[in-house]
């Protein structure tokens, strides 16, 4: 891989986010670009995290090295991959999440209290009164959208103004999504990966301000919790064990779970049943999305048009696929965005063998990175540009039907 250089950078914010509204705060955006070579035209990147994994276990694992070799092993890092063929890559963590701001999350009783019992122990939580001292969620659609805004203007500023490609992971089709659909000069292209898109969620229903908070809520323009039943705290929790369940690869879910406590000083210091001795937990924002479904991914007439889509999802994806009987909120569905995009410039392959987590499986992990460079640099992957398609385990491509 070519010689990388790394910076890590603190982007100032005025937060929209109710829980610390207003205040100047810093989200954390790491970026990676050749360390030599012709500058050229800059090709601007941007990773965005889902629900709950903070963006550098996703797109920035780097393991420790392996027998003779004193390098570390990058083969996993997405974004490492990116930059040595040349693209400018920068990676964001969202407030509630990885290493940006946590606001309210430094109190354990803040947790989710169906949740609560993972720090019985460590740091404890047996004073805790059955509602939470914050009781709403932590974030919603329009605080995420203004905190994307804010490095969307930042990574234009440091590269000519060039419009930036988004690479999103599962939940962070929430928003970049909506945000593309309101700011299609801003974006160059979007590459989802086992996007969530629930076709009915929430949405204000008026045509002329779909991305306002949804009628009938009561939601205020920093909207907060709707019903309380469900959003009546800012933080869910998920354990070691739950978290490493999910990775085949037992030495490498090892690695991951080390990457996401890295990313989280008071994390680590919780969860476990040894007093004392914390497994860590990993703590991931409440929030509240609303603007992402059939009626409103035609807007403008910009997906597939204006802003071209690559979506790439695992045919063993129950994640990103779920059953209608789970309702409007909980109902999603891969094939069904592809279908919601008007313009003809989308492009859709379901993968057989994969599940919601490729960038943890070594051959998926190393297909996704060839699928997402070839479709940045000409659109094209595996030498098709539009339509529905299905790719083998040995990367064979037909067409759906």
């Not at 593309?180 to 974006?187: C, E, I, M, R, Y």
Request: hydrophobic share 35%; with cysteine; aromatic share 10%.
């Amino acid at each position: 891989m070519p010689q990388l250089n790394l910076v890590d950078h603190k982007v100032k914010h005025k937060s929209t986010i109710p829980a610390n509204s207003g205040e100047e705060i810093e989200l954390f955006v790491r970026e990676y670009k050749k360390a030599t070579g012709p500058a050229g035209t800059p090709k601007p990147v941007l990773m965005l995290h889902g629900r709950s994994v903070p963006a550098l276990p996703g797109f920035d694992l780097v393991l420790p090295p392996k027998g003779s070799s004193p390098n570390p092993d990058t083969s996993y890092s997405w974004a490492q991959f990116l930059a040595g063929k040349g693209y400018d890559v920068y990676i964001m963590d969202l407030q509630g999440s990885g290493l940006s701001p946590r606001p309210k999350m430094e109190d354990p009783c803040n947790a989710n209290p169906a949740q609560r019992g993972l720090l019985e122990t460590n740091p404890g939580t047996g004073t805790c009164s059955p509602t939470a001292p914050y009781p709403h969620q932590l974030g919603n659609s329009q605080s995420e959208w203004d905190e994307l805004a804010t490095v969307v203007k930042f990574i234009r500023g440091r590269c000519n103004n060039e419009k930036v490609s988004f690479v999103g992971w599962s939940a962070a089709s929430f928003v970049m999504g909506p945000y593309a659909l309101q700011h299609p000069g801003d974006v160059a292209g979007m590459f989802l990966l086992a996007p969530i898109f629930p076709p009915a969620g929430r949405w204000s229903t008026h045509p002329e301000t779909p991305f306002a908070p949804p009628p009938g809520t009561g939601l205020p323009t920093q909207p907060e919790s709707k019903p309380p039943a469900v959003f009546g705290f800012p933080m869910n929790l998920t354990s070691k064990g739950s978290l490493q369940a999910t990775v085949s690869d037992k030495e490498l879910a090892g690695h991951v779970w080390q990457t996401i406590m890295d990313c989280d000083n008071l994390g680590q210091k919780w969860g476990g049943t040894t007093a004392g001795a914390p497994d860590g937990v990993m703590r991931w924002r409440n929030t509240y999305w609303w603007g992402w479904n059939t009626s409103t991914v035609p807007y403008g007439s910009t997906l597939g048009t204006a802003v071209p889509v690559c979506i790439v999802y695992g045919d063993h994806d129950t994640t990103a696929n779920t059953a209608v009987e789970l309702g409007p909120v909980l109902h999603f569905s891969v094939p069904d965005l592809y279908q919601a995009i008007p313009g003809a410039d989308k492009l859709m392959i379901r993968v057989e063998g994969w599940d919601h987590q490729p960038v943890w499986e070594r051959r998926p992990n190393q297909m996704l990175q060839q699928m997402s460079w070839k479709w940045l640099e000409d659109k094209k992957v595996y030498g098709v540009e539009s339509g529905s398609w299905v790719m083998d385990a040995d990367g064979v491509v037909s067409e759906l039907e």
